[in-house]
């Protein structure tokens, strides 16, 4: 059995900054890549970012590079979404996701498909 519970989301001006965490009661947190998708009113879920076991390969949505960042802390089975020069656009429920694999490549990270296990989501709404 996985649980992720999302933390932080709110809402926030355009250009300000949200810090959103993700705590795993998952087997084996560290040896599995993680990610987060979003998804907004009426629109399909997104992926927005995926980080390897280990913290390295990060892959990030074209409309987010530059802006967030993934990180994850094994010793504490969580991991996080740095969001700063926040949009309107990036209004949406951000969820947490688990793989079943350690480094999956770009291709396979960006699927919703490829996802194990989510979160309940978190909303984020970015006002302008």
């Known amino acids: 059995q996985v649980q992720l519970v999302e933390s932080g989301g709110g809402l926030v001006q355009a250009g300000g900054s949200l810090r959103l965490s993700c705590a795993a009661s998952?087997?084996?947190?560290?040896?599995?890549?993680m990610a987060w998708f979003r998804q907004a009113p009426g629109k399909e879920r997104e992926f927005v970012t995926s980080i390897s076991w280990n913290g390295g390969d990060p892959y990030y949505a074209d409309s987010v590079k530059d802006r967030f960042t993934i990180s994850r802390d094994n010793a504490k089975n969580t991991v996080y979404l740095q969001m700063n020069n926040l949009k309107p656009e990036d209004t949406a429920v951000y969820y947490c996701?688990?793989?079943?694999?350690?480094?999956?490549?770009?291709?396979?990270?960006?699927?919703?498909?490829?996802?194990?296990?989510w979160g309940q989501g978190t909303q984020v709404t970015i006002s302008s």
């Open positions: 998952v087997r084996a947190f560290n040896t599995r890549a």
């Open positions: 996701a688990a793989f079943m694999m350690a480094n999956p490549s770009r291709d396979v990270a960006r699927s919703v498909g490829s996802v194990a296990s």
